[in-house]
Each structure stands twice: as structure tokens, then as C-alpha cells.
């Protein structure tokens, strides 16, 4: 059998309606961080990395961690643009 050459690569399809697809957790946490400052932020999103002596490094460590949190993060980044 031969292949059909024009398929896309098997899953690239998936990520064509995605928001977020190429954009780093470290990218919006900074345009965030920058639109809104870490006492906002920590008031939308009560999470302890944002509220307690908060830092880009640290909050990225916890994000990457947490799914929840990292998705209450990128859906108010969403919300923002």
C-alpha cells in the first residue's frame, strides 16, 4: 500500500484551535505579572506562590506542578488578551 504524502503528521491537527499552543508558562505568567502585578494576581488567584513573597521562578516551579492551578492561570491569561 502506498502512503498518502498530503496526511498531516498523526496529532497535529489537535492543537489548531488551541489558544495557548505555542505560548510558554513562563511567557504569561510575565505578561501577567506585568499587566496586572503579583497583588492582583494573587487576588484573582488565590494560590500561596502569588501571595507570599512571590517570584517568577517560583510560581513557575508550583505551576508546572499543579495542573490546576496552572489552568486557573491560563484561562485568566485568556481572559486578558
Known sequence: MKKD???TPQGSGNQANNPLHGVKLADILEFLVEKYGWE????TITIRCFTHDPSIKSSL???RR???????VEQ??????
Not at 492582583?40 to 487576588?43: R, T
Not at 499543579?66 to 486557573?72: C, D, F, G, I, S
Not at 485568566?76 to 488578551?81: A, E, G, H, K, W
Open 5 to 7: 504524502s498530503a496526511k
Open 40 to 43: 492582583i494576581l494573587g487576588d
Open 61 to 63: 516551579k508550583f505551576l
Open 66 to 72: 499543579t495542573p490546576w492551578a496552572r489552568e486557573k
Open 76 to 81: 485568566f491569561y485568556l481572559d486578558s488578551i
